[in-house]
């Protein structure tokens, strides 16, 4: 019973945490923002998921999509620094590493390659490219 009540209100302090992540985006360029948006819908993610902690594959594979879809979208202009700080205010280092997840599954994984290259897709699409 104890135990139990622990891990709900541990739960529920992760599920705050990244409520307070995915709105503390407000802040931040509207063009980053449109991108953020556009990513979260046509990727079928939550913003919190996105701009959230978590580690989980389901969760990190879109966040790696996300950085590498702000890099190519802004045609390398929007610097790391930038996209960290959209993504809770992740360093420069962790970009990379999303990057270069990124790239290895864009090798090794028909399903996130047909995923990322359907949202550039529907990117150029929308904006006429």
Not at 45 to 72: H, L, N, W
Not at 96 to 124: F, P, T
Request: proline letters at 2%; aromatic letters at 12%; glycine letters at 4%.
């Amino acid at each position: 019973m104890i135990a139990d009540a622990y891990y709900e209100q541990k739960e529920l302090a992760y599920e705050l945490k990244d409520m307070m992540n995915a709105i503390s985006h407000i802040n931040k360029p509207a063009y980053l923002l449109d991108y953020f948006d556009f990513f979260c819908q046509h990727m079928d993610v939550s913003p919190g998921d996105i701009a959230g902690t978590s580690r989980k594959q389901e969760i990190y594979m879109p966040r790696c999509q996300f950085v590498a879809f702000v890099r190519e979208i802004s045609n390398e202009t929007i610097t790391l620094k930038e996209i960290g700080r959209l993504l809770s205010d992740r360093d420069h280092s962790s970009i990379i590493n999303s990057l270069e997840a990124h790239s290895e599954w864009m090798v090794i994984s028909d399903a996130y390659r047909q995923g990322y290259n359907g949202l550039m897709k529907m990117w150029r699409l929308r904006n006429g490219k």
